[in-house]
């Protein structure tokens, strides 16, 4: 039986939302190619997190199952995929039309969870999520533009949400057998092998790069990886692949007003009422979901 955690896992939800609000805007700010801008991000995570790992966790490994490693090893291909569509979709549409496709995850990880892990939702809890889909939707909706690149980019975010929907699925189970720190550890080292085997196969040079770029890539890794998705890991423990995914459905509001004071996108009035749309969702989801088993 699972421990009590720490502190509240919803309040965990709050930090790590606001956390991964950072990613589309440091992505924004480099020009670097999106499987080099992922390399870098989860390669400085990993390095970061290493120190502690050889210091309290490095027995964890011999009690990794077969059955782990090879759950670790597909959710690390998820996530180097998922980084790598939605980084790359960022060159083509803008941040709010991007961030609200990468979040439609709720739609991908309802049916993966009923057919993978026979979870279920309640009445309620559909209603909160396609509410907050919706809100995520409208705010979005201005900036959608048919056809073109912009059209390209939306398609890469949508492929983006069922990637990291997969990386989720496939870590849920890992996550409550190991620490946070091993397990994230070990699929974030897992996912920058991949990476770095896509950017060498397609030729992209790993240095130089100018300061500002590296100082992104750090951030990468610190806010929305290590606050954001390792936070996110550790929560997962104790609360539903559902619910990870539609709290992240907040991500829109942060990244809208981020992206307001350091692009100098405009907040739009579509923008304001789906935050509103989005926040009754996502509560009306957590206060009323109680998924069971089949």
């Known amino acids: 039986m699972n421990k009590q955690p720490i502190f509240s896992p919803y309040l965990a939800l709050v930090i790590a939302t606001i956390a991964v609000s950072t990613s589309a805007i440091f992505v924004k700010l480099t020009d ?14 990993v390095l970061f997190m290493l120190p502690f790992v050889l210091w309290k966790h490095a027995h964890e490994i011999k009690n990794i199952s077969a059955r782990d490693w090879g759950f670790s090893a597909i959710a690390g291909v998820f996530l180097a995929l998922h980084f790598i569509l939605w980084f790359e979709s960022l060159n083509y549409t803008s941040v709010a039309s991007s961030v609200v496709l990468v979040t ?28 907050a889909v919706a809100g995520s939707v409208y705010i979005g909706w201005s900036d959608f533009r048919i056809g073109g690149t912009a059209l390209l980019g939306d398609i890469l975010a949508l492929l983006g949400a069922a990637t990291v929907t997969g990386y989720w699925l496939f870590g849920q189970s ?15 080292t897992i996912s920058t092998s991949v990476l770095l085997a896509y950017d060498l196969s397609l030729g992209f040079a790993l240095y130089p790069y100018p300061g500002k770029d ?3 890539f750090i951030g990468l890794a610190v806010f929305p ?50 935050t509103a749309v989005i926040i009754s969702g996502i509560y009306l989801f957590m206060r009323y979901n109680q998924p069971t088993a089949r």
Do not use: D
Request: glycine content about 8%.
């Open 104 to 131: 439609l995850q709720p739609l991908f990880s309802f049916v993966g969870a009923y057919f993978f892990f026979k979870e279920r939702v309640s009445l309620e809890g559909i209603i909160g999520c396609l509410l």
């Open 225 to 274: 990886t290590l606050l954001g998705h390792t936070v996110f890991n550790w929560a997962i423990k104790w609360l539903s692949v559902n619910t990870i995914s539609v709290a992240i459905l907040g991500e829109p509001i942060g990244a809208a007003i981020l992206a307001y004071f350091i692009l100098g996108e405009k907040i739009t009035a579509a923008q304001l009422i789906g």
């Open 174 to 188: 890992v996550r409550k057998r190991l620490s946070l720190m091993m397990y994230t550890f070990v699929v974030y």
């Open 214 to 216: 590296w100082l992104v």
């Open 32 to 45: 670097a190619p999106a499987g080099v801008i992922a390399t870098y991000r989860l390669l400085f995570t």
